[in-house]
């Protein structure tokens, strides 16, 4: 079998980990209708009310500490993120106080922690002078007004929008610098709200801009298939059916679908985007065997779920583990991780031989349906897609370019 990874480059990604998100609890204070671990999906471990471990947290930190302070270690001091995720992550606070106790208590020479944390805020006025106090970057979920909000109820149907916004407009008044800078808006599109709605909520109230997210399409029940379409809505299509579509597509920039994808065609085609110094110096003239948009595990981040499994990112189906932590310690077998991507990545690799944008490919292979039998990639251009799609991308940067000066201006990472 052909290798696209070797056991270096996991210890490597280990070594330079940017962010480690615990699933802190997988009880929740909310029942949101379209909840990714709700009765849409079915590729979640089931919801037992349950709370990560500390011990386990605690021997994980321990496991990363050695690749750390290995050689490998090429990003010297740089910030690490800790992220609290859930379920509601508020509903275990004793464990989100240990996890920082432990961390201040036992510092890492080579890395400096700074922290998150994805919230519902119905428990932020109880919380919020900690999470102030030690500077968390808050990721607030809300879905706009108290319309557009009406499936992110309570466990008996009760609406939650007055409760949140109630919460959130505590911490902004006792502590507007911290609102300011450190407290940021999702929003889960659907069949209540739209992008200009959402879009015009949190600017008018709050002056920020909200990250918009689909609903995922990934391990949906059979049986749920006509409801789930029935309420998802396209991002995409959604703005453009805004009377001000031009004028909301500007204020959000970076966060349009339009600008993220003129953003990733730079990255890709200019040649004069390195991610650091060794990429620039080392590394320009190296190609690369790897396929797909799929991240090399750990290359941006690592999620541990309530249970202990060890995931790449909190987006894909908890079927698709590559370890585990327990009281017996951190599991993560190298050989079998390239073995297990190796495998995935030959199913795919003719259709990437004949594809005309794999430089830029953005498919991940864990949001492929049917990944272990027959996968068909959802992102596969042939000549003349991808003739159109670089016509598409060099036309909107001729007629707009004030928005290119900008990206090169403003936008750091894609």
């Known amino acids: 079998m052909k290798r696209f990874l070797n056991k270096t480059d996991i210890s490597y ?6 962010q480690i998100v615990f699933e802190v609890t997988d009880a929740c204070n909310l029942k949101c ?5 709700g009765e849409f999906y079915s590729d979640y471990d089931k919801r037992e009310n349950k709370n990560l471990s500390i011990e386990d947290a605690i021997a994980l930190l321990d496991y990363l500490t050695q690749f750390w302070q290995s050689e490998q270690n090429v990003s010297f001091n740089k910030n690490v993120y800790i992220t609290f995720y859930g379920g509601e992550p508020l509903l275990n606070m004793n464990f989100i106080k240990q996890v920082i106790k432990y961390l201040e208590e036992n510092p890492c020479s080579v890395r400096h922690f700074v922290y998150s944390m994805t919230t519902n805020a119905v428990l932020l006025d109880r919380y919020m002078d900690y999470l102030v106090e030690k500077n968390f970057t808050l990721l607030i979920s809300l879905d706009g007004n108290a319309q557009n909000t009406a499936y992110r109820v309570d466990a008996l149907g009760n609406p939650s929008f007055e409760k949140i916004v109630r919460n959130v407009e505590f911490l ?9 800078k450190e407290v940021n808006f999702n929003a889960v599109l659907h069949n209540k709200n739209s992008v200009e709605s959402i879009h015009r909520f949190f600017q008018d109230r709050y002056q920020k801009t909200a990250s918009i997210a689909e609903l995922s399409y990934m391990g949906i029940r059979p049986d749920k298939q006509k409801e789930f379409m029935q309420t998802y809505r396209n991002a995409d299509e959604s703005l453009r059916q805004s009377e001000h579509y031009e004028e909301i597509e500007k204020e959000r920039f970076i966060r349009s679908p339009n600008y993220q994808t ?3 065609f730079l990255h890709q085609y200019s040649g004069f985007v390195y991610r650091n110094y060794n990429k620039l110096l080392f590394e320009k003239h190296q190609k690369s065997n790897w396929i797909t948009g799929t991240c090399k595990p750990f290359n941006k981040k690592m999620f541990v779920t309530v249970n202990g499994k060890i995931l790449p990112c909190e987006r894909i189906g908890h079927q698709f583990a590559l370890g585990r932590v327990d009281k017996n310690g951190v599991h993560l077998d190298f050989e079998e991780i390239v073995q297990r991507y190796s495998h995935y990545f030959a199913k795919l690799e003719n259709q990437c031989k004949t594809c005309y944008r794999t430089e830029a490919c953005i498919q991940c292979i864990f949001n492929l349906h049917d990944l272990e039998k027959d996968p068909v990639c959802n992102g596969f251009m042939n000549k003349n897609d991808f003739e159109q799609y670089h016509e598409q991308m060099l036309s909107f940067l001729r007629n707009h370019p004030e928005d290119y000066y900008r990206m090169m201006e403003e936008v750091i990472i894609v």
């Open 13 to 18: 990604q280990l070594s330079n980990l940017r």
């Open 262 to 264: 003129v953003c990733k």
């Open 172 to 180: 902004r008044d006792a502590y507007p610098d911290y609102f300011n």
């Open 33 to 37: 209708k379209y909840c990714g671990y």
